[in-house]
């Protein structure tokens, strides 16, 4: 069971510990034992005080919401002010209540913004008239057959809509058609029947069997990129992604149906469809992104006078738009959609396309080459044309106004002594190189040393409290990864890489300075000041050093970790942060179970002066 909740947002709130609890008494040991941790883990949590004026201000709410759906935000701010709140922290005693789910309410949405939503329950029966697979009870002959639409096509009537809804106030109408759109569960289309608008709800779309996305190799036409979960992939996910995107392209010019949708923009033809993956070890289904290039090229006349058609090819400021469209939405989506995890991939070029052997994107964002665990190099010269900002030159372009993206073999990596290794990868610098591709250089370069000497988990525990989504950082596999990460973030940029300084201080990795000039030019050997991290980090690091094996096992059988979850002392103090065990608040309790089992030399690291 623990195993299964490994990588889940709710493992870290899991009690691993075994209580007996007699239901005859009213009270004895483990009972108390209990409570008394669940007190722990809420303090762990964070959790603080909620002022008696907010819960007044939230019953009044909710005693309203007993008669009415929603009021006007001035009207809760009036009762907010009644209760003794001050004018500035109503919006925020407000998001607090939408935060927990006692109401509804919406500060960057401008029709919504002005409405507070007091009775979720009665909400949900509304939403759930338009798109549960159940047809209502309708009486009217007309309805009927516009509902027929709904059922046949996907397409809402405005009038269908208003009957569902008719119980309800009419002035709340259009509050709840916006609350629908905010959620992509419909969209509006172009009316052709005035007073009468027409809605697209993507869960209610029909299936075209004859039209289905594959797995397939790319060409200079096309590019796809493959959402693949952790776990699980709803259904919503996709619902959501094709009402998204009708809002970005030509939706006049755009075929939507349930298990595939075409869109035009700019020139292209953006697909979404599902895709099975049949491949071993991966989750079987996944949403695939392709976009395909409709515009014509130019005629060309050669030197004999014959006139020549050029090939369409991708126009990489549109892809680009595109995935990041994509990568937005995301964020949307897994923030509706609980424990929809997922990652951005691309079919491995050097394989087998049947063998549906996918690549993480980010990879082939940052590598000229990427070795697939069959031993093939995947030239990534296509998918960094595609996506990436700069562009990306390749030997044939000397020769040819189109770059030829056939794999070309790459030698297998070798593992080479530390005494060679800056030589093996110093990049020769020209006077025309930017900074930009210095940094990157230097990324790369550092990269390669960490990895060659494991250093990865180290510099995640040091790195943690930069990244607000544990996930990015528990799903970067590579320290070029990280970095990516880190970039992301904003703590890494082409003017400040301070914290790689600061890193190599806290790690004592100064052997990394050998491998690129830039970094050792830069760092300073006088100045070991470290403000990148916290000194909590910084004790945390010195902590992983004196951990011995057996230190090690010990933890592992107190905290409830299974052998084959530990790699390093690294990985085993990632997940005591998870599972919040280790906090920075709770460290003296930390430091007390640690002298109690014999782990002093390792408690002291935790309680040196920085």
Known sequence: MFDKMEGMKYAAHVDRKMYMVDNTVKSHADIKKLKKNIGKYMQAMGMKEVPINWLNFQERLQDIGKTKVCIPYNEASRIGTECGISEEAIIVAITYMNDIGKILHSNKDEKLKNTVITNLHTMIQMLTTVITVFPPAIKDKEIKRRWKRLEDEGILEEKVLRYLWQNQDEGNFEIFVEVMRVFRLLFEK??????????????????????????TKDDRQMVSVYLTPKDFLPD??????????????????????RNRSDFSFEGHRVSLGAVKITRENE??????????????GHYSTSTNATTTLSEPKLE???????????????????????????????????CNPN???????????????????????MDTTHIRHCFLSEPVSTPSQAHESVPQLVPTPVPEPVIVPDSELSQTIEPVVTNGESAEKEFQTMLLQVSTWCDHHDLLHKLKVLCNDMITDFSDLQNAGSTIELFNVL?????????????????????????????????????????????????????????????????????????????????????????????????????????????ENGMSVAAEKLEDPI
């Not at 919503?236 to 149906?257: I, M």
């Not at 063998?355 to 190099?377: A, G, Y």
Request: charged share 30%; with cysteine; glycine share 4%.
């Open 190 to 215: 172009k009316t052709k029947e005035e007073g009468n608008r027409e809605f697209l709800v993507p869960c209610r779309m029909k299936v075209d069997n004859d039209t289905s996305l594959e797995v």
């Open 236 to 257: 919503a996910v996709y619902h959501t992604l094709v009402a998204a995107f009708l809002e970005l392209t030509d939706c006049d010019n755009s075929q939507v149906f």
């Open 283 to 296: 989750k079987p289904h996944a949403i695939k992104l392709e976009i395909f290039c409709l515009t014509i």
């Open 316 to 350: 990489p400021s549109i892809c680009r738009k595109v995935l990041n469209y994509l990568r937005n939405q995301l964020k949307t989506v897994c923030n509706i959609y609980e424990g929809s995890g997922y990652n951005l991939r691309v079919l491995c070029d050097a």
């Open 355 to 377: 063998d549906h052997h996918l690549i993480d994107l980010e990879k082939c964002l940052t590598n000229d080459t990427v070795q697939c665990n069959r031993m093939k190099s």
């Open 487 to 595: 970039k992301r973030c904003g703590h890494l940029t082409v003017t400040n890489f301070k914290v790689l300084i600061d890193a190599i201080n806290v790690t004592g990795s100064n052997g990394v300075l050998e491998v690129n000039k830039l970094l050792k030019d830069t760092y300073d050997e006088d100045d070991n000041y470290v403000n990148s991290f916290s000194p909590y980090r910084q004790r945390l690091i010195k902590f992983g050093k004196a951990l011995s094996e057996d230190n090690i096992t010990t933890l592992t059988h107190l905290k409830g970790f299974s052998k084959k979850q530990r790699k390093n002392q690294w990985t085993m103090i990632l997940d005591l942060e998870r599972r919040r065990i280790i906090t920075e608040e709770g460290l003296p309790s930390f430091i007390n179970d640690l002298k």
